[in-house]
């Protein structure tokens, strides 16, 4: 199973964009990257994934890297409520999914 | 519609009891998994079904953790004979047909059990 590199935190403004970066570098050709994120005491709840297109719903978007070695999640305009730790997964068999220790995203006012 | 529904969602126990922890997955999602999450720790698989097939267990940690998933709906996770390491979040998932690598899991939040 592929592994992920994430920055351990990363801030941001209120009302910015939040752009957290996802190293997968051993990605193979048929491994989704999916992100969930997880706000203190709740369950994780999933935001978006792709496999090599660019993606977009109504939570972020998702750009990934023609070589697909790298992703980066884009909160378009980030609140104080999107204050989580981010999880950048790439999935394993049985679809089970493998978590790393994530980027703690801390939103400002 | 309801999503993951765990229960209960706080549990103490004493060192050696037996513990059930239950899990009613999103209707008419086939698959489901159990990870647990201990304190300042990543979540860590630990077992998943998928509809009749034999569940894949690769990831429980001892022989005292079993599951159990009846009529492919309801899951139950027993711990038995618990220790304080044994403390943790417990999360289930689950995800719908045909699961596949392209089926994101949506998680309930948890049951939190502290062994005394």
């Known amino acids: 199973d592929a592994k992920t590199t994430q920055p351990t935190s990363m801030d941001c403004a209120e009302g910015r964009a939040a752009n957290l970066p996802c190293n997968h570098s051993?990605?193979?050709?048929?491994?989704?990257v999916y992100w969930y994120r997880q706000i203190h005491s709740q369950g994780p709840q999933y935001i978006i994934h792709?496999?090599?297109n660019n993606e977009t719903n109504e939570m972020a978007s998702l750009i990934i890297t023609e070589d697909r070695k790298s992703s980066t999640l884009i909160l378009p305009h980030a609140t104080l409520r999107d204050t989580a730790v981010y999880y950048c997964?790439?999935?394993?068999?049985?679809?089970?999914?493998?978590f790393g220790a994530g980027t703690r995203l801390a939103v400002h006012p | 519609g309801a999503g993951v529904s765990q229960s209960p969602s706080n549990k103490v126990t004493e060192k050696g009891k037996d513990v059930e922890l239950r899990c009613d997955p999103i209707?008419?999602?086939?698959?489901l998994y159990w990870y647990r999450q201990s304190l300042g720790q990543g979540l860590e698989f630990l077992i998943y079904?998928?509809?009749?097939?034999?569940?894949?267990k690769s990831g429980l940690p001892s022989d005292r953790f079993s599951a159990e998933r009846t009529g492919g709906s309801v899951s139950t996770l027993t711990i038995q004979r618990t220790q304080q390491e044994d403390s943790a979040v417990y999360l289930c998932?689950?995800?719908?047909?045909?699961?596949?690598?392209?089926?994101?899991?949506?998680f309930g939040d948890g049951t939190r059990l502290s062994i005394l």
């Open positions: 998932a689950s995800s719908p047909f045909p699961t596949g690598r392209n089926q994101p899991q949506h």
């Open positions: 792709g496999l090599k």
């Open positions: 051993t990605i193979s050709g048929n491994e989704y």
């Open positions: 079904f998928q509809g009749n097939s034999a569940p894949d």
């Open positions: 997964i790439v999935i394993g068999g049985y679809n089970k999914l493998i």
């Open positions: 209707s008419g999602h086939t698959a």
